[in-house]
């Protein structure tokens, strides 16, 4: 496995379930985000970690919650979720502190419609 | 005002047609500025970093004008392959220096 890799791709929930989205980034970086993008919308911030610390929490509702066990991995767990959460959920990852800051590579994305 | 704004498009250009771009940031404080590529439903990619006295990468040349707070995309010589949606990023400055803003792209489609 190459770059940032996320699963699933696509998912389908009702209000009422409780999912999680995956990302794994294999490229020995040491800052991962979670980004929203809805149609018509610029991607929209929702969490930065830096070093497995949260460092941006950008004003997300809490049946959003994060989670970085280390610092390969992020997971981004959803629970009781509105229709209006249904977009495209890009994971990125950055080395910063270095030459390059604030370069991200994205994964493919995972597509979540909320029914 | 929009924290970076761009003009949506869609640009329509033949093949070999040179096109430009333009973005608009509000803060003033900005330092980053990078310009990413995103096809249709595909995640972005970075295309180019924009550095003060512009730079330049094949068929790609950036600008940045800090005086008026915009950043320029030309693609010259312009490919079928070029088309897809171009993101203007601009860092924000203060915080935890990770968070940038997005424009919401501009459309480009090049026709044979």
């Known amino acids: 496995e190459t770059g940032v890799t996320q699963t699933p791709r696509h998912l389908v929930m009702g209000m009422t379930n409780k999912k999680s989205l995956k990302c794994e980034q294999h490229l020995g970086h040491n800052a991962m985000y979670w980004y929203k993008q809805s149609a018509k919308k610029p991607l929209e911030l929702m969490f930065v970690?830096?070093?497995?610390?949260?460092?941006e929490n950008n004003s997300v509702p809490s049946r959003f919650s994060p989670e970085c066990p280390n610092s390969s991995h992020l997971f981004l767990h959803l629970h009781t979720l509105q229709p209006e959460d249904s977009a495209l959920y890009l994971c990125?990852?950055?080395?910063?502190?270095?030459?390059?800051?604030?370069?991200?590579?994205f994964g493919a994305g995972s597509r979540l419609t909320v029914l | 005002r929009k924290e970076v704004e761009q003009d949506p498009g869609p640009f329509n250009v033949p093949e070999g047609a040179t096109v430009a771009f333009n973005c608009t940031y509000s803060?003033?404080?900005?330092?980053?500025f990078f310009w990413y590529r995103q096809d249709c439903r595909k995640e972005p990619k970075l295309l180019m970093s924009v550095y003060s006295s512009g730079n330049e990468d094949g068929r790609f040349t950036a600008q940045l004008n800090r005086a008026s707070q915009y950043i320029s995309l030309l693609i010259r010589d312009s490919k079928l392959s070029d088309s897809a949606t171009y993101l203007c990023v601009v860092n924000i400055p203060g915080g935890s220096g990770y968070a940038l803003n997005f424009g919401k792209g501009t459309s480009l489609l090049v026709t044979p």
């Open positions: 970690y830096s070093l497995e610390e949260r460092v």
């Open positions: 803060n003033s404080a900005s330092q980053s």
């Open positions: 990125a990852s950055s080395q910063e502190g270095a030459a390059g800051a604030n370069v991200l590579t």
